[in-house]
Every structure is written in C-alpha cells, then in structure tokens.
C-alpha cells in the first residue's frame, strides 16, 4: 500500500461544479494533512491544512478528515476553469515535519 | 516580500558529473526542505534542516547527495557523480518554523535537472 494515496484522473467537471478530490494515507499517527495546488510547470502552492476531524472551510474549498477511515477530501464548489490544476495531497508523517505526497489527481473544469 | 528562490532553473550534466543546487528560503524561515519529482511520481521528501542542522535526511537516495546549510540560511544540495535515475526536479521549501507540523511551507520553483 502506498503511503499516501490519490486517485491520479483525470477528473473533469463542468465549471460551476463541485469538485470532489479523495485522498487516503496509511499511517495512524500523522497528524497534519494539507492540499497543494499544481499547476503544470509551476511550484505546489498550499490551499489549506487540516489536523482536526471534520470539514474546515475557507472560501470556495472545504478539506474534510476521517482520521478513523484514514481519509481526507477536498471539495471545491462553484469550479472556474482557473481550477485546472493538479491537486496534491500531503501528509506529515508519524506527526513530524517530513511530508509525504500523494501523486495527484489532475482537474479539469470545462467552461 | 522575495519567495523561496533556485538557482539554477535548469541544468544538464553528463552521467558522472557533479552538480550543486542552490536554495535561499524566505528571509527568517528556520525550516528548509529539500524534495526531488522524478517524471511521473510524486513528491518525495529529502530532507530537514532547522537552521544549519539536518533534523531529517531519512528521503536521501544513497551518499552521492550531500546537502548543506552553512550558518543556517541558504543551502546547497550537491550530487556527485551524478547518475542518470537522479533526472527530476528538485523543489526547495521552506516554513517559519512555528514548532507544530501545519507549518506552512513555501516551495520554491524548482531546479530542472537533466542527466544524459
């Protein structure tokens, strides 16, 4: 079993859509979760960190965590063609600083 | 305020050859991180400095990768001699060093390199 765990797409929605991105880890003891953004070529860029159970929002995007199923999801409603990207999930490992990413799912937003 | 920068954005080297990658994290960042995308994988995780001392090197591939961060600011990661799976992009990150695991990380560019 991997480490972290995306489904890789893509996945395509049409603009104005919720997109809904999965992610699963395999270590009990992480604590920190978070999702980067990706676009080609470019740097990840943080979107959100979540470490406690439950939805947290900010703006359009709402990370979501189950650490009992070992799952965290990321929903990004209203989607604009800007969204396009690849999304990386990341968790720290054992809850220290070492990151651990997921191989990422890529997203497309139709207009 | 400057972002984490790279030097340099692009490099290739002929198999045996030694490179160094050079990272300056933001201005005040404790933290730095060192991380490598082969084509076609994900992220993978190199190594930790806080300041000028390694906190975690347990993503280093073998001893031909020696990473530096004299006086605790910018940091070097050199390969030598260089091989052909180390083909990837190197991203440097780093983050204020908070004392908790959300710390934000900030990545940098990245540094393309190319063994032929």
């Known amino acids: 079993q991997k480490e972290v765990e995306q489904n890789s797409g893509p996945l395509s929605v049409p603009e104005g859509a919720i997109a809904s991105l999965n992610c699963t880890y395999s270590?009990?003891?992480?604590?920190?979760f978070f999702w980067y953004r990706q676009y080609s070529g470019k740097s990840p860029e943080l979107i959100m960190f979540?470490?406690s159970n439950g939805d947290k929002e900010d703006g359009r995007f709402t990370a979501q965590l189950n650490k009992a199923s070992q799952y965290v999801s990321l929903l990004i409603r209203d989607s604009q063609p800007s969204d396009s990207a690849t999304y990386l999930c990341?968790?720290?490992w054992g809850g220290g600083f070492k990151t651990i990413f997921g191989a990422g799912t890529r997203l497309f937003v139709k207009a | 305020e400057a972002g984490v920068t790279q030097f340099p954005s692009h490099s290739v080297i002929e198999k045996g050859q030694t490179v160094t990658l050079r990272c300056d994290p933001i201005?005040?960042?404790?933290?730095l991180y060192w991380y490598r995308r082969v084509m076609g994988k994900e992220i993978k995780f190199l190594l930790h400095?806080?300041?000028?001392?390694?906190?975690?090197e347990s993503g280093m591939p073998n001893n031909r990768f020696l990473a530096e961060r004299t006086g605790g600011t910018y940091s070097t990661l050199k390969v030598q001699p260089a091989e052909l799976e180390d083909s990837g992009v190197y991203f440097c990150?780093?983050?204020?060093?908070?004392?908790?695991?959300?710390?934000?990380?900030?990545f940098g560019p990245g540094t393309r390199l190319t063994v032929l």
């Open positions: 400095f806080v300041k000028e001392s390694k906190q975690d």
């Open positions: 270590d009990r003891g992480s604590q920190s």
């Open positions: 990150a780093s983050s204020l060093g908070q004392g908790h695991s959300t710390d934000t990380q900030y």
């Open positions: 201005s005040g960042h404790d933290n």
């Open positions: 990341a968790v720290n």
């Open positions: 979540i470490y």
